[in-house]
């Protein structure tokens, strides 16, 4: 069992350098400069900005998912980000540090407004006035024009050699009980024994508002 908890952990961690770089080549895509971060940073950018002529440095830190990054933590990621602003000693714009959040907290994707936040301290001030979340219903469409299920979508096509259970000796067994379990869940395609991957995409992540109206019909 020790076996299946690392192999969950080395997992989580091959899937959290997958949306760094997944972020990092979505903003290639859209500005020109962009480059891989330092430390803290995983991705550095430069920025134009409307009615701001001399635009924004971008430093940025990509965290897989909101549990990665928590309650005081996030205090810490920002300090640590601005430390790298404050050291750089080619910056010659204003900056403003970043913590990316790849996939929808409990799987339910905000708008474009709600995604883009400042953190609050217990007190009602700013961990810092420089240093904003994105989650993912604003930074997808920001960094490259698409929704974040269109990315996912297109991710899911890439992401299979990164599932879990590939080194354990026990693998036959583990894969059996996780196909119990997607079947249980809906995810499992009935005519192939396979993952939908339009089910499997949708159950992991929907929007806020259709979220609403399942819980409508419920009623």
């Known amino acids: 069992m020790d076996a299946i908890a690392h192999e969950m952990q080395r997992h989580r961690m091959k899937i959290g350098n997958f949306y760094q770089f997944l972020v990092i080549e979505l903003m290639k895509s859209r500005f020109t ?89 217990d007190d009602g001030s700013p961990y810092s006035p420089n240093c904003e979340v994105w989650y993912p219903g604003f930074i997808y469409p920001f960094v490259c024009g698409r929704e974040a299920n269109d ?30 379990e997607l079947k249980e869940l809906g995810v499992v395609s009935p005519s192939t024994s396979r993952i939908d991957p339009q089910r499997f995409q949708e159950f992991i992540s929907r929007s806020k508002s259709a979220a609403s109206e399942e819980d409508e019909d419920d009623e």
Not at 167 to 174: D, G, Q
């Open 33 to 121: 400069q962009v480059y891989d971060g330092k430390r803290e940073g995983d991705v550095e950018a430069e920025i134009d900005t409307p009615k701001f002529s001399r635009g924004l440095r971008l430093y940025i830190s990509v965290k897989k998912s909101s549990d990665t990054v928590g309650g005081q933590d996030i205090g810490g990621v920002f300090s640590r980000l601005e430390t790298l602003a404050k050291q750089d000693k080619n910056l010659n714009r204003p900056y403003m540090g970043v913590v990316v959040v790849a996939t929808p907290p409990r799987g339910l994707t905000q708008g474009y407004e709600e995604s883009r936040i400042v953190r609050c301290k």
């Open 151 to 180: 990315v996912y979508r297109e991710a899911l096509k890439q992401v299979g050699q990164y599932l879990p259970f590939n080194t354990l000796t026990h693998r036959a067994e583990c894969a059996a009980l996780l196909a119990d």
